[in-house]
Each structure stands twice: as structure tokens, then as C-alpha cells.
């Protein structure tokens, strides 16, 4: 078990609880745990400003992004049972991707040369554009078409986006896409269930997280966290979870709760708990890009960082602005989410709050790196 200087995580609080005080943000929850178990949690500020209901542990988080890693790991639990192989052609699952077409910048298009994997929906190479990012031709494809907005189930909404061209030939450049809402369609088809069906067996259920749903009970909406009053037309729209939808989105339609998730990232750095085998969590965790594929404009990661299957991979100590180890890996969420565990180091760290500025979250998610790394004695 890592040890942790606990004086000086509470600095981490004293800042957040600061940050409440001056209006910066609502509420937050952050818990640092390891293989035995949670090590410190700080719980602070409100679940909702507007009613001043203190913030609780059993706090409900959209959680965005962060769908894309538990939809990843269930992959890897599928193709552990037999039921997908990473190198198997998508169009094999979704006929509508036989014969992808690729669109240039100039919005010339031609066939594509090679077929989309498995292995590329997870790693984001897949080729796929991404509706919300650029204003390009493509783009302006996305949204004539209009999909993006309407409640569509899954075979209806990769129907539609399998009709649009590629943004660039698979297997060839990292770039963030509707990637994983794809592979979420690969997962129903492959396990055949919903999506939140085929979480719940593969993923959820084995490892007791309830409380991670595509959508909460309506009995449940007091424990939902709010952010601070937005703006009108400012994004990410932070949506009623309680809301039935025919959307179950690999890309981010996920909500949970702080315990949900640490139960996650603890069987992920302990070997895959009841859910993976040691080997899924290596290869899922390792990275898959190299130096022969290249990276898109918008490179979340980050310098420093490669990508393995559904997680940013650290590939080098330098470069990187905050501190690590090779070998660690994280992924954030849209609304203000942020998880990273270190294996090296033997331990995770987990933020919950939420957000709508991109300045603020990117403070946070350094600010958290920085003030847990400073409390680890090594």
C-alpha cells in the first residue's frame, strides 16, 4: 500500500473548500485509494448551489467521457469470453461499414483503403469524425444531417453515421471520434443486450457498481450534483439523468458515483478484479500507437502521453506538465470528472465535480495531480 503524507492532501480540501467559499465551483469529491482500499477523501461544498444541499458521498456525477473507459474494459471482457477479437472487422457486426468512404479537408471523397477494426474503436483510429469538434466540410455534413440532435437508439444513430464519410483512413491517426458509441453498438450486437445490459454482466455487476446507469430512477434525482447556474447554450448541457431516452451512448451517457468508480479503478489496478484477467488490463493500459501513427489537431493526452484501449498512457517521465510515472493512465470527462491510477506506484485518485468551463477544468485536473503527488512519500 503506497503511503500517503495525509496532512498534505488536506491541503488539496483546504484549496477546494476555498474554491466554494469564492463561487469557483459548486461542490467537488475526490478520493485517493489503492489495492486496499480508499486512503483520503475530501467531500466538499454543495450537491446543488441553488437549495444549498450540502454535498454527499453518495453524490450521482455525469461523468461524460469517462462512459468510454467502462465501455472499453467491457469490450475487453467480451473478447475474453470469445464474443469479439480485437483485430475483427467492424463491418462484420455493422454491415453499414463495408465500404467507408474518406473525406479530405477540401471535402474531396474517395473509397477507403483499409476496414476499421475493433482494436481502432478503442484506440480512437478508427477514422471516424466527431460531429461536436471543427467546422470543416465534414462537420458541415454532420450537421445538415442533424442525427446528433435527435434521441436515437444505437443501431439507428451508427446507421446514420456510417453514412458520412470517414475523417481520415483507418488505422493511420489518433483522432477523437464517435468512436466508442460505435463500439458501444459492437458491444449489443456482440452480447446481445442494450448497452446497459451488456455493462451490467460484463462490467458493472461483477465488480457492484449500482449505482452506474445510463439512467437514474427518478426516486433518485436528490442525489444528482449540479453545476453552478449556466449560461444559456453553454456546453456541456448538463441533462436530467432521470430522463428516459432510447440513447445509451458509448461516448459519454454514463452517470455514477464517486464509490461506483473507485471500485473500477481498484480492480483495474489489482488485475481486473471480477471483471478482467491481469493480460485484458495490461494490453488494455499499454500503449497502442507508437511512433507510426499519427496524432489529429486535438490531442487530449497530452505531451508525454501515448493511447492504449480506451485510457491516455504516460510514455516518458518529461514532457508531461504534471508529475508522473510511466506507465500510469487517465481519462476525464466533459462535465469536470477526472480519474488516473499510477500501477507503479500502487495507487488511483478520483475527482468528481462539475463544469462548464474548459479553462477550469483543465485547472483541476493539474491541480489534482499536483497536490496528490506532492503527498506521496515514495
Keep these: 500500500m503506497p503511503r500517503f503524507d495525509l496532512d498534505r492532501l488536506d491541503r488539496f480540501r483546504t484549496r477546494l473548500d476555498a474554491d466554494v467559499v469564492t463561487g469557483l465551483i459548486a461542490g467537488a469529491d475526490v478520493l485517493v485509494g489503492g489495492a486496499g482500499g480508499p486512503i483520503w477523501r475530501a467531500t466538499v461544498g454543495f450537491r446543488d448551489v441553488a437549495s444549498r444541499d450540502p454535498l454527499r458521498q453518495d453524490a450521482v456525477w455525469r461523468i461524460f467521457s469517462m462512459t468510454k473507459v467502462l465501455v472499453s474494459a467491457a469490450a475487453m471482457a467480451l473478447m475474453e469470453r470469445g464474443l469479439l477479437r480485437l483485430d475483427q472487422p467492424v463491418a462484420e457486426f455493422i454491415p453499414a461499414f463495408t465500404s ?139 441533462g436530467d439523468p432521470c430522463r428516459l431516452l432510447a440513447a445509451q451512448r458509448g461516448n459519454g451517457g454514463l452517470v455514477s458515483t464517486t464509490e461506483d468508480y473507485a471500485r473500477f479503478l481498484a480492480a483495474m489496478l489489482t488485475g481486473g478484479g471480477d471483471a478482467l484477467s491481469p493480460a485484458a488490463v495490461r494490453l488494455m493500459t499499454a500503449d497502442h500507437l507508437g511512433a507510426a501513427i499519427g496524432r489529429a489537431p486535438y490531442y487530449p493526452p497530452g505531451p508525454g502521453y501515448g493511447f492504449g484501449l480506451g485510457v491516455a ?41 462539475q463544469t462548464s468551463d474548459a479553462s477550469q477544468r483543465l485547472h483541476y485536473r493539474s491541480l489534482c495531480r499536483a497536490m496528490v503527488y506532492a503527498s506521496l512519500h515514495d
Design 100 to 238: 467507408p468512404r474518406v473525406m479530405d479537408e477540401a471535402g474531396a471523397v474517395r473509397p477507403a483503403e483499409a476496414a476499421m477494426t475493433v482494436q481502432d474503436l478503442l484506440r480512437h483510429t478508427a477514422g471516424l469524425g466527431y460531429g461536436y469538434l471543427g467546422d470543416g466540410p465534414l462537420q458541415r455534413l454532420f450537421a445538415a444531417d442533424g442525427f446528433l440532435a435527435e434521441d436515437l437508439g444505437n443501431a439507428a444513430f451508427v446507421e446514420r453515421l456510417a453514412s458520412l464519410p470517414l475523417a481520415y483512413e483507418p488505422g493511420t491517426v489518433w483522432h477523437y471520434s464517435h468512436a466508442t458509441d460505435v463500439l458501444g453498438r459492437v458491444l449489443e450486437l456482440a452480447g446481445g443486450k442494450d448497452l446497459q445490459g451488456v455493462l451490467d454482466g460484463a462490467l458493472l455487476g461483477p465488480l457492484g457498481m449500482a449505482d452506474t446507469r445510463f439512467r437514474l430512477p427518478p426516486s433518485e434525482s436528490h442525489r444528482v450534483a449540479e453545476p453552478l447556474p449556466q449560461a444559456q447554450g453553454r456546453r456541456p448541457v448538463f
Design 313 to 353: 498512457v504516460r510514455t516518458s517521465e518529461g514532457e508531461a506538465p504534471f508529475p508522473g510515472s510511466v506507465g500510469d493512465w487517465f481519462w476525464s470527462g466533459v462535465g469536470g470528472t477526472y480519474a488516473f491510477a499510477d500501477p507503479a506506484r500502487g495507487f488511483f485518485a478520483l475527482m468528481m465535480l
